[in-house]
């Protein structure tokens, strides 16, 4: 044991960064590959879809021109550095029939550029551009956004934001109060971690309206087991989302969407 601790010291002193990137690459691939073998073991059953992009997806195009990063048409010119999701196709699948009867959208996470706090989006992000996604992708829904910095709250036609700490049951008890429930949608594109989602799912799902869905964005390959079982243990119909894009890791790229009932 001694022996393989001096040897990855010596390793990381003397090899050079490429090598040390693929080495990590490697062991990142290696993680997931196990909490997926996991959680297919422990739920037994699984959906395998391949599908051809669609190049004008909306939901896609009105990502480019907000700033989301849950989607794209164009490769380049986002004010985020990282590769874009692929949210935006699977959102297209589950409601591009129905758009017109969405009518309330809720969203945690309005995109803070504070580099100081969890989960910013740079300091070259733009604050709200979800928002006003879901608002034009959505003709005749109330957007309602939160976030736990104050300073970027705003309202527009359609969109009202309000100040939450999603892992304070008071604090996300005040907002839904001043909030109201019968949402048909609800997205946690917060703080992107297990305890955090979990705190905010528990206080907010009673809010959601009956045939509505909650999703719970860029969930960790350490969380999903996390997820699953927390979930198993309750009265809601859920699903693991593994969206696979060519040329990048899954690692950031999944969802756990929630049903009450199907």
Not at 227 to 237: D, I, T, V
Request: proline share 2%.
């Amino acid at each position: 044991m001694v022996q393989k601790l001096w040897f990855r010291r010596l390793a990381r002193k003397i090899l050079p960064d490429w090598v040390k990137e693929k080495i990590n690459a490697r062991r990142s691939r290696l993680r997931q590959e196990k909490v997926l073998s996991i959680v297919r073991s422990e739920l037994g059953f699984s959906i395998e879809t391949l599908y051809r992009r669609q190049p004008h997806n909306h939901f896609s195009y009105l990502c480019d021109v907000h700033g989301s990063d849950k989607g794209e048409v164009q490769e380049t010119g986002h004010p985020y550095p990282w590769a874009s999701h692929t949210y935006s196709d699977y959102v297209s699948r589950l409601f591009s029939h129905c758009r017109g009867q969405v009518t309330k959208v809720f969203e945690c996470g309005i995109g803070t550029t504070d580099l100081n706090l969890v989960s910013n989006m740079g300091s070259d992000g733009s604050p709200g551009a979800s928002l006003r996604v879901w608002r034009d992708y959505f003709p005749n829904a109330q957007v309602l956004g939160a976030d736990i910095d104050g300073n970027i709250l705003f309202t527009e036609d359609r969109i009202n934001t309000f100040q939450v700490d999603q892992t304070d049951r008071a604090s996300i008890a005040s907002m839904w109060h001043e909030i109201g429930g019968d949402v048909d949608l609800m997205v946690d594109d917060g703080l992107h971690q297990f305890y955090a989602g979990k705190t905010l799912f528990e206080n907010s799902i009673h809010f959601l309206s009956e045939y509505g869905i909650y999703i719970i964005e860029d969930v960790q390959m350490e969380d999903l087991l996390k997820y699953h079982r927390f979930l198993s243990a309750g009265e809601y119909f859920f699903e693991i989302v593994n969206l696979h894009r060519k040329g990048h890791a899954l690692q950031d790229n999944s969802l756990i969407v929630i049903r009450k009932t199907l």
